[in-house]
């Protein structure tokens, strides 16, 4: 897991002061983590003690440890395809390169499922299944082939899903529409998009309630959302997978198909009579 990840993880273990101090750390990814004992201290608002005993609480032996992950954890976000290289075998122990991809897949999909509470999953699925309010979609440079694919399956079952179109200078515009309690799902893995954080401020500022899919390591618009699926996504060679991306937008489909069946059944047999329907196509 990913140091934000791991926070996350432990907060139903800490005490008051020591959530105090993985607020701020995950309020102030990564710089409060870099700083001294006693400026984290004095950002939370606690003491020094505190700290150390948020760090231990984590499985670290001291800052220093703290620190030095942290650091590595940095560098690993900002990697570039070229920077990542080819780390893992490009074939597995048969001689299979397919293989071998197929098996880093499967375990990119067991991690995440161990990453991600069932009760996370289900109040993702929950917030997409509220009828009442629209629900917008978006993703970045590669994963929002992955949101297209996601809105156009919800979009059969549920109403009013749409997608954030176009040029980003005309995102603006379409803030407009999104009201208090709109739902939003933003797809962003390394190396984040500063556009989709912005925009994730922005919405937070509307009130809408925000659903990310990212990585391990947690894009900074964890900060404002409401509900964060980190999927594993580092294959161990030149580019990241979209493969738990994609599982994971298709289980969610899945579960708000039938958190509601009734409904979605109806939709998708008034579609079916349209599709069927067509008058036919004049020359």
Known sequence: MGMKEQVHAALGQMTGAE????????????????????????????????????????????????????????QAELL??????????????????????????????????????????????????DHKSACYMLGGRFSDAI??????????????VR???????????QLLDVRAGDVVVLFDIRRYQRDLVHLSELLCERKARIVLITDTWLSPISHYARVVLPCAIDSGRTWDSGV????????IVDRVTHRDWDAARSRIQALEHIHWNKPPATE
């Not at 949101?147 to 399956?153: P, Q, S, T």
């Not at 738990?244 to 289980?251: D, F, N, Q």
Request: some cysteine; overall charge neutral; charged content about 20%.
């Open 80 to 129: 570039s395809p070229l920077e990542k290289g080819d780390t893992s075998p490009a074939r597995s122990a048969d001689g299979s390169a397919l293989g071998s991809y197929f098996a880093r897949a499967t375990a990119n999909i067991q991690a995440t499922l161990d990453a991600i509470p069932e009760s996370e999953f289900e109040a993702a699925c929950a917030l997409l299944s």
């Open 147 to 160: 949101a297209r694919y996601m809105a156009a399956h919800l979009r059969i079952v549920r109403p009013n």
């Open 19 to 74: 959530r105090k101090v993985a607020h701020a750390f995950l309020a102030n990814y990564p710089s409060s983590g870099l700083s001294t004992v006693a400026e984290f201290a004095a950002l939370a608002g606690t003491s020094a003690p505190t700290v150390l005993r948020f760090v231990s609480r984590l499985g670290f032996s001291g800052y220093p440890e703290f620190q030095r992950l942290l650091r590595t954890e940095i």
């Open 244 to 251: 738990v991306l994609m599982a994971l937008a298709e289980a």
């Open 163 to 173: 997608r954030f179109q176009d040029q980003t200078s005309t995102w603006d515009d």
